[in-house]
């Protein structure tokens, strides 16, 4: 199908997610009517049914339109859905979300941004540098950007910037000019046998880029590092601790701000703040800079919109302050995030108590990645531990796991860990124990953002 301004009618399956809701925007930019379904409403489908969007909650062969010439759906939706079955018996084209990111890449210069940590960062931070810079790109991205207004936007500019996701294969449907592979490490083992496996998929990834494009990975993460090396002629590699083509040096936490100096192929390339905090998130500037040095982009606009840019949300989010104690929400959901987000926050705030309120994500994943995550909270003072967020698990995986389990691990590896079930379990024992000068971090990739916002609803009502 080709990409065009068309009366034709797109449904999707699964537009709540925050990808297939951005690619939702982009369709009514191009001039189709969309119609969408999923199990809940949450604000992103709110948002698009008041831009037109045609909302169905629930799933049922009657939700396919009249004149439905396309179905795109989710990559968590199985193939036995029923509005899937409904448009193939009906005849009508049903394609993957990334399958239909492609074709809409394929139009204009595309910006793959990947890895197993931090792309929804990166992804941000390339897009706010593009659109500070005036070239408008569209961008879809795995997280809000407050300062861009949305998770995705159409943009008249000639770049394409999307988050491309792993999983399921997903970003080989992609067509990027320029890849970007922010780090590769084990995740979704629910679908990859083994790192090996993983590393050849990325690899793959990086093959979409012609030789006049440009693949830029991480040196410091051996992975990436080995992929870059390959692409001789077209890659550029970046690195906190090793010669790169794009390195940081002399690297300082000033009043909360991350500064640092950037050399370009061994030469200076200026002196970089950001508010955005972590040395994990000066990792993801240099790939953002090389990426819009590529675009055209000039140093002293990336310097700008660097130490302007005040990340994507549910990334060291502060959602508030109650009684005195600041609440950060993240999305971290791997042991390599969960460390790397509370050494930002110990950086940070280096006198003050942090708790930690960690909802892991996917029984399977808890399961196979249990040492490391027990491992994983060295910079926090108390962990307390909902039940795991169920997604894409069998009930075998439900049954044989549960946070009880990571809270023993915790607590054998030294930080003090609380295994409280519900929302309602942690809200009320922060009501009951906080201190003022306490660091709230929110962790996970499900919905435990609601534990901040609850814990601060609960404290400006004077409940307790």
Known sequence: MAVRATSGVVHLVGIGGIGV?????????????????????????????AMGV??????????????????????????????????????????KYAQMLGRLMGAKIGIAVSGSHGKTSTTAMVAYILARAGFE???????????????????KGKHFVAEACEYDRSFHQLRPQCAVITNIEEDHLDYYKDIQEIAA????????????????????????????????????GTSIAKDADWRARNVSVVDGQWRFEALKYGRPFGEFTLKVPGIHNVSNALAAMAVATWSGVGREIIQLALSEFSGAARRFQVLGEGNGAVVIDDYGHHPTEIQATLRAARERYPDKRIWCVFQPHQHSRTRMLLKEFGRSFGDANLVLLPEIYAARD????????????????????????????????VVRFLAEKIEPGTIVLTMGAGDVYEVGRRFLERKASGTE
């Open 201 to 236: 998929a990325f690899e793959q990834f990086a093959g979409k880029v012609g030789e006049k494009g440009l693949v830029v990975g991480s040196l410091d993460n051996p992975h990436s590092a080995a992929i870059v090396e390959r692409c001789k002629g077209h890659g550029e």
């Open 21 to 49: 809701s951005g690619l939702a925007r982009i369709l009514l930019a191009h001039g189709y009517a969309v119609t969408g379904s999923d199990l809940k409403r949450n604000e992103q489908t709110d948002e698009l049914e």
């Open 394 to 425: 069998s009930q075998k995986d439900i049954k044989g796991i549960s946070s009880a389990d990571l809270a023993k691990l915790v607590n054998e590896n030294g930080t003090a860990a609380l295994y409280l079930p519900t929302f309602d379990d």
């Open 54 to 95: 045609g909302m169905h909650v629930g799933h049922s062969p009657d939700h396919l339109p009249d004149g439905c010439s396309l179905v795109v759906r989710s990559a968590a939706i199985p193939d036995d859905n029923v509005e899937i079955a409904a448009a193939r018996e009906r005849g009508i084209e049903v394609v």
């Open 137 to 155: 790109p569209t961008f879809v991205c795995g997280g809000v950007i407050p300062q861009l207004g949305s998770n995705a936007a159409p943009g």
